[in-house]
């Protein structure tokens, strides 16, 4: 029993450890975010190769209008989930350049896609990532 009541004693102060741990983490700067995060426009160059995009991660903050320019070097029909309103699904063609321009409206990872005649019925290239910045 002395056991038990020792152990609800502590909950208290290990919640509150652990809150302290959160707001702590909360206040660390993002190293990670994109050096042009303040710039009101960026510009990403991307190339889609057989079943993969190179990068393989494109990054922006939210609030952003980005321009992908894309160069495509295999026929398919290329997908941003997430952002189907503002890139509509688009065939694409090998040896085409593709400028796509839009808002980051919406942080969080957003997967790049094709869709392929010959390949997969529908192939993860990469990853476009929005930074809440």
């Known amino acids: 029993m002395l056991r038990s009541t020792a152990r609800l004693r502590a909950i208290p102060s290990i919640v509150c450890a652990l809150a ?3 707001q702590a983490a ?3 700067p993002a190293a990670d975010l994109p050096a042009d995060c303040d710039a009101a426009a960026v510009t990403l160059e991307a190339t889609l ?3 993969r995009l190179e990068p393989a991660t494109l990054e922006v903050c939210r609030g952003q209008e980005v321009t992908i320019e894309l160069t495509v ?3 398919a ?3 941003l989930h997430g952002y189907d309103a503002e890139v509509p699904a688009r065939q694409v063609t090998a040896g085409e350049a593709v400028t796509l321009t839009f808002e980051a409206a919406r942080s969080g990872q957003f997967p790049i896609a094709i869709h392929t005649v010959d390949g997969p019925a529908e192939a993860t290239v990469g990853t476009f990532i929005v930074h809440e910045g």
Request: proline share 0%.
């Open 20 to 22: 302290i741990a959160a």
């Open 26 to 28: 909360a206040c660390v």
């Open 49 to 51: 190769v057989e079943e």
């Open 73 to 75: 070097e295999r026929d």
């Open 77 to 79: 029909t290329f997908h």
